[in-house]
């Protein structure tokens, strides 16, 4: 079956620890993207990578940093110098490079909690 | 900027009830719209979409139609279950562009 996993689903780290978080698709989805979610807040942009290699900031990417070294793996790891890292964090991916019918595609998530 | 809004939740019904979730956006362009469906613990599956103003999408019962007009996408089903409780997120993306804005999601809350 072709999806998104992330893993592990929860994960605990103390402060001023760096994680680093799972994302891999085989769906052989160009694009890919990281999501944080909070109680009320939606769900906000970290970072989106179009193609291998390339990526781009989104609303929240402070505290964050990613890599794009394969098509189907887009890990995300959460700095020392993300103030409130504890989240829902969530991946996803799209078919192409975007444009107005791609709907993406979401994994099940990752629970993180700092303490 | 473009965004979307969602009314607050939770909204709570009874089983059989009919459901109107609402959503109105801003957007510079022409944007698609989506709804999107989150079940406890779990990621966010598309439940329908729309690319063009007076479509409508559906999907297992669930409506919501493009309206330009009025810059909305409400979500509507007639006759909801228990099992449809859930957190529902109205979003956008605009024509070549990748990344959806989200609304900050409608909690629903279904009772036998």
């Known amino acids: 079956d072709g999806g998104i996993t992330q893993s592990p689903k929860y994960l605990f780290r103390k402060e001023g620890q760096n994680v680093t978080l799972s994302c891999e698709q085989n769906?052989?989805?160009?694009?890919m993207y990281w999501y944080r979610q909070d109680p009320g807040q939606g769900l906000r942009l970290i970072y989106y990578?179009?193609?291998?290699?390339?990526?781009q900031k989104g609303d929240i990417a402070e505290g964050y940093s990613v890599s794009r070294e394969k098509k189907e793996s887009f890990p995300l790891t959460v700095t020392s110098a993300q103030k409130n890292p504890t989240a829902f964090y969530l991946c996803?991916?799209?078919?192409?490079?975007?444009?107005?019918?791609?709907?993406?595609?979401f994994g099940p998530g990752t629970r993180l909690t700092v303490t | 900027g473009d965004s979307v809004t969602q009314m607050e939740g939770p909204v709570t019904l009874s089983e059989e009830a009919f459901l109107t979730i609402n959503c109105t956006y801003t957007a510079t362009g022409y944007p698609s719209l989506f709804w999107y469906v989150q079940y406890p613990g779990e990621g966010l599956q598309l439940l329908l979409k729309?690319?063009?103003?007076?479509d409508k999408g559906s999907n297992k019962g669930f409506e919501a139609t493009y309206r330009k007009e009025t810059t909305s996408f409400h979500l509507e089903k007639g006759s909801v279950q228990v099992s449809d409780s859930a957190v529902y997120f109205c979003?956008?993306?605009?024509?070549?562009?990748?990344?959806?804005?989200f609304g900050k999601g409608t909690m629903l809350l279904v009772s036998p």
């Open positions: 729309a690319t063009k103003a007076d």
């Open positions: 996803a991916s799209t078919p192409g490079r975007g444009g107005s019918s791609y709907e993406q595609y």
């Open positions: 979003a956008l993306t605009l024509s070549g562009y990748s990344t959806l804005t």
């Open positions: 990578s179009q193609i291998v290699n390339d990526f």
């Open positions: 769906l052989n989805h160009d694009a």
